[in-house]
């Protein structure tokens, strides 16, 4: 039976192209919202016995999450087969350890929620840092799609003598791979954060790769912070003008404008932005292809 594909007001070019490559068909859900903040949601196709795919950009979670689990619990309630989320950015990833008494456990809490709602889930490079698997959070079945080789092939078409660097700890899993599969020499350095806006980076001596161009990963740019305390450094050590390739771009505030005084940005479409130059839509489709066969 063809799959229904719901786009839940998320990028309509990804959307459809998902839609096309799995020959599934697009459904129509219908999204309001009343004058007094609640939503209104109604689903226009016939989903009994079908699976359903629910595509849904989520940057911007907290608007997103009911309107997501309103039409998961209506399309169950009208008889969908399997439900699968196709989520480009998972959030709420990053608070995964209480650092003071009484926090919450943010990233446990909304896995338990989309656990509920989903039989699976789809996803790309989701922000793991203590936790070594989604399976640790999530009690559904979930395929992470990775950006590494998409982004060593933008790399090795666009950048001459690429020096690869992490800028901190975290984005060490991406760098190394990315620099294996383009041939690359990386660097991963030293992070201390001390606020959302209070960052400390190392910086070694960059004198032998002065000929190199700096091309720095990371899976998210939020306020920029991290990207701009390597960019300075970088810059006065006497390299070219940098780029900067972030997984998933957040850029909260004016974080992307000071980011594009420093450096060439850029992100993969998992959230739609101006600075989308790597396409995810063939890996991400591959990887709902091997759910739905299951």
Known sequence: MIPLLF????????????ARQLDAESGELEQHRFPDGETYLRIHNGCQGRDCLLFCNLNDPDAKLLPLLFAAATLRDLGAARLLLVAPYLPYMRQDIRFNPGECLTSAIFADLLSNAFDGLVTLDPHLHRYASLDEIYRLSSLVVPSAPLIADWVVRHVEKPLLIGPDSESEQWVSEVASLAAAPSLVLDKQRHGDFDVDIAIPDMDAWRDHRP?????????GRTLLGV???????????????????????????QLQRHADILTTNTVPHPSNAICIADALAEACRQWLAH
């Open 215 to 223: 091309v720095l990963i990371d899976d998210i740019a939020s306020s």
């Open 7 to 18: 786009n839940l007001a998320s990028d309509a070019a990804l959307g459809s192209r998902l």
């Open 231 to 257: 960019l300075g450094p970088l810059r006065e050590a006497g390299l070219p003008r940098a780029t900067c390739i972030a997984v998933h771009g957040l850029f909260a505030g004016d974080a992307y404008e």
